[in-house]
């Protein structure tokens, strides 16, 4: 069966459209001359502008789509340009960055909980630009949270190209092996062994295991420097950002920190970057991030969602395990005669020896269990089966 949700909601959008009397107007032109209104377009009659769904300025849902994609775990609180872009790539409707503007100015827990950015101070020293995805990496550690689930530290890794990022969990206190085989277990098997990687002077890093492990593996660390002030300042900015991410969801239960975490990385690296024109997911996925477009009905009609799971779903599949191996032949291909539990005699089945024995390796097949008289018998002459370390007497279906 191949499940699809769909948004069940915007037939009421498409009601909206059609009531509004100047994108009525415009659905009428599009439908005599479908290149009569510049940047429109009619797909499955609705209406787009550039690809995105259209909206009635004075709708209803205006309020709605500023909350789903600013205030959300996806919208993550951005400010007014990635709020703007996340909304932009999915819908239209005449002054929405107007709309986004003020929305985001009058949030109170924005307002509480975001920290005032200012552009540091002096010149810096840029780093060279990688020439290819997760080759060069920046990592730091966000200590002092409070215990999650077991946790207190978020170690953050970010590819320098495509701003991709990645958080971790830790544990206090944690040593450069348990950092490392994290390391390993969630960037290098996804990503590779990077060729460098940016970290400030964090006492695990100057360890000596974490050195050479990286050495072993044809990386080399490039510390801060005192010429090179701002060489971790990417992962800085990203954990002032992630801070302000978890600050503004678990203000009220701070202790759950690490429930949202799944969800800040998503929205980070599905939030527009201005240094690079684009999402850190569409540039090492290559294509954009999942829209609410595609959840859009289809023109034919779609079956209503079913609140509830069938009972069929529901009710326990039982088992059936073999309860007794009644013969084997000597073919080429080894098979065995076998009688299900719970289940008549006549329904016993040949299956083959070496995918009985892979299912159920808990039952033993002793060599004896077979025929030695040849042909059918009424019994198997010194026979027999250790099932879980009972011996049961074999039976001949004649």
Same mark, same amino acid.
């Given at each position: ?51 995105? =769904? ?17 205030? /959300? ?7 007014? =340009?990635?709020?703007?872009?996340? =909304? ?8 929405? +960055? ?56 978020? +170690? ?54 974490? /050195? ?10 490039? +510390? ?14 990203? *954990? ?21 975490? /799944? ?66 032949? *000597? ?33 033993? =097949? ?26 049961? /007497? ?5």
């Amino acid at each position: 069966m191949l499940s699809k949700p769909y948004w069940s909601e915007a037939d009421e959008i498409q009601q909206e459209i059609m009531a509004d009397p100047h994108y009525s107007k415009v659905m009428t032109a599009l439908r005599n001359d479908p290149d009569s209104q510049i940047g429109f377009s009619l797909v499955q009659d609705r209406l787009f502008y550039k690809g995105r =769904l259209v909206i009635s300025k004075d709708s209803k849902w205006v309020p709605i789509f500023l909350h789903e994609f600013h205030s /959300s775990p996806v919208g993550g609180h951005s400010g007014v =340009l990635r709020t703007y872009k996340r =909304l932009a790539a999915n819908l239209y409707w005449p002054g929405m +960055m107007n709309s986004v503007l003020q929305f985001v100015k009058d949030y109170n827990i924005c307002q509480q909980s975001k920290y005032e950015a200012k552009s540091p101070a002096g010149l810096l020293q840029p780093l060279p630009i990688p020439k290819a995805i997760w080759e060069d990496i920046s990592l730091d550690f966000m200590s002092g949270l409070p215990k999650s689930i077991g946790f207190d530290a978020i +170690m953050v890794v970010v590819d320098r190209l495509t701003k991709y990022g990645h958080f971790i969990c830790l544990k206090h206190p944690f040593t450069a092996q348990t950092v490392a085989a994290l390391f390993a277990k969630e960037i290098v098997r996804l990503h590779g062994v990077p060729s460098s990687i940016v970290s400030d002077r964090d006492p695990t890093f100057v360890s000596k295991f974490w /050195s050479e492990f990286f050495k072993i593996q044809g990386t080399a660390l490039k +510390m801060s420097t005192a010429y090179h002030p701002e060489t971790d300042g990417q992962t800085e900015v990203l *954990n002032r950002g992630l801070e302000t991410y978890l600050r503004c969801f678990t203000s009220e239960q701070p202790n759950c920190w690490a429930d949202w975490l /799944s969800w800040a990385e998503y929205w980070y690296n599905t939030s527009y970057q201005g240094s690079t024109g684009s999402t850190p997911f569409e540039l090492v996925y290559g294509r954009k991030p999942p829209t609410i477009l595609r959840f859009l009905p289809a023109a034919t009609g779609q079956l209503p969602a079913d609140p509830e799971i069938p009972i069929e779903l529901e009710q326990e599949i039982p088992v059936v395990e073999p309860e007794e191996f009644l013969k084997r032949n *000597n073919q080429d291909v080894s098979q065995v005669l076998v009688k299900w539990k719970n289940q008549p005699l006549s329904e016993a089945t040949w299956e083959d020896e070496v995918t009985i024995r892979g299912q159920f390796p808990e039952i033993s =097949l002793e060599d004896k269990a077979v025929s030695t008289h040849g042909g059918n018998c009424p019994f198997l002459e010194g026979c027999g089966l250790c099932v879980s370390g009972i011996f049961l /007497s074999f039976q001949c279906l004649l």
